[in-house]
């Protein structure tokens, strides 16, 4: 065993001194009228594992096969359009670190056709007009940045491959964005597709991704097939596939069909089950005071034919932080998800639970409907209008008691006065009357 693991070793240095001594030797290729070469796949053929093949601009028209670990970097408008238009208008095959760059790709029937090969990039790209722009079978470890993609009928086509990544790109076209089958690992993330009848199409795949993605469903043709019939994501028998960040601005959000374990988080909510649709709808207000946390999903769970399965399941995903900055406008007591219908709304799940928040606030439904995570917000207190009565001031006294309430009577102390002094007058009267008997 452990003259296996020398053996690796002194392998790994070799590959890596092989590589930095291709690297030291590589050599820039030009290729323009005035140039070696004016044919790009010439340039191809005489060049060395690790060179750069520099294209000036103008419009080269040829199927080029690559079969070598080169560079092809074009400028601002190099433009390569088939020679013959059946054949992939770039095939890499069973080649591993190939940069594409800087390339403008038109008018084929695949564009760029990926077979048995590692370690590539393909950015900067422009594929225009073409019925498929990208194909991948049978690859690892490819990475594609910075593409614009116009006018074609598929997109993106990975097949059989592992670690696939597509960012930061645009996408629009007639039929299908991105389709992905039995493959692994495939991140999509920071795209725009547009117009198309399906945005991400993917079969018998684990532990794919989609991330931060825009789709804007193609509009009515006036074929019968309006926007409505657009699907973001479609999914068959995948596995642990997860979206977040995303949104479909028409048509349909999701169609999870035979799939386990996949997610979907939306604002403010996760969203997983078997056989059903979502889509987002668009609400002005909730009855009975409530207010919307979340995204108002329109869930259709679709049975299978064989079995009868079909659920939706949703849980919150607001963090213990959020929740206590929402308690500012709404009851938390009341924080639940909610199911409307025609006239009314039915609360499907139990309240949050402030005592246990390591329990996610979650249901599970085998009904349609239209879901909404939302609480009632606080009505504030209207203050009691009272009519302010006139006051008198009170008397000071040095007594420690308390004196009675007295009712007033209007010229009460004037008649108290009078009587006063009649009382003195008699007494003064009456006291000489009583010496003289």
């Known amino acids: 065993m452990g003259s296996l693991k020398k053996a690796l070793v002194i392998f790994s240095i070799l590959l890596v001194l092989a590589l930095l001594a291709s690297s030291a030797n590589a050599n820039a290729i030009q290729v323009c009228e005035e140039c070696d070469f004016s044919n790009i796949q010439d340039a191809i053929n005489a060049s060395k594992e690790g060179?750069?093949?520099?294209i000036a601009p103008g419009t080269y028209r040829e199927n080029l096969k690559i079969e070598k670990s080169v560079n092809i970097v074009g400028g601002e408008k190099t433009t390569l359009e088939p020679k013959i238009r059946l054949l992939p208008t770039i095939q890499v095959i069973s080649t591993p670190n190939v940069v594409i760059e800087g390339m403008r790709i038109i008018n084929g029937s695949t564009g760029l056709e990926i077979l048995y090969s590692g370690d590539l990039d393909v950015k900067n790209c422009v594929f225009q007009d073409n019925m498929e722009a990208?194909?991948?079978?049978?690859?690892?470890?490819?990475?594609?940045?910075?593409l614009e993609i116009k006018g074609c009928a598929v997109g993106v086509t990975v097949e059989h491959s592992t670690s696939i990544k597509l960012k930061d790109s645009f996408l629009e076209g007639d039929e299908v964005g991105i389709e992905v089958s039995a493959s692994r690992k495939i991140l999509l993330s920071n795209l725009i597709l547009q117009g198309f009848q399906k945005g991400v199409k993917l079969s018998g795949g684990m532990a794919n991704r989609v991330k931060d993605v825009v789709f804007v469903g193609r509009e009515d043709r006036g074929d019968g097939e309006d926007s409505e019939d657009s699907a973001f994501l479609s999914t068959f028998s995948e596995y642990g596939f997860i979206v977040s960040g995303s949104i479909a601005e028409k048509g349909v959000f999701i169609r999870d069909q035979a799939s386990h374990g996949?997610?979907?988080s939306l604002k403010n909510l996760n969203v997983s089950g078997e056989e059903f649709q979502l889509s987002i709808v668009r609400l002005n207000s909730l009855p009975e005071g409530?207010?919307?946390l979340s995204d108002s999903i329109y869930a259709t769970v679709i049975p299978d034919v064989y079995t009868e399965a079909g659920y939706i399941y949703m849980e919150s995903n607001l963090s213990d932080e959020e929740i206590k900055e929402l308690s500012k406008q709404i009851n938390v007591s009341t924080l639940a998800f909610y199911?409307?219908?025609?006239?009314?709304?039915?609360r499907t799940s139990d309240y949050y639970n402030t005592s246990d928040s390591e329990i996610a606030l979650?249901?599970?439904?085998?009904?349609?409907?239209?879901?909404?995570?939302?609480?009632?917000?606080?009505?504030?207190?209207?203050?009691?209008?009272?009519?302010?009565?006139?006051?008198?001031?009170?008397?000071?006294s040095t007594s420690t008691e308390q004196p009675e309430s007295v009712p007033r009577?209007?010229?009460f102390e004037s008649?108290?006065?009078?009587?006063?002094i009649l009382v003195a007058l008699v007494m003064l009267v009456a006291i000489p009357l009583r010496r003289t008997r």
Do not use: C, H, W
């Open 262 to 264: 996949s997610l979907y």
């Open 362 to 396: 979650s249901f599970m439904s085998n009904k349609s409907g239209i879901y909404v995570l939302a609480a009632k917000s606080i009505q504030p207190e209207k203050p009691v209008l009272q009519t302010p009565t006139p006051t008198t001031p009170t008397p000071i």
């Open 409 to 411: 009577i209007p010229g």
């Open 415 to 420: 008649l108290t006065a009078l009587t006063g």
């Open 290 to 292: 409530l207010v919307m």
């Open 134 to 146: 990208i194909k991948i079978t049978e690859s690892m470890n490819i990475t594609l940045q910075r």
């Open 51 to 54: 060179d750069t093949i520099l």
């Open 339 to 346: 199911r409307l219908g025609e006239e009314t709304i039915e």
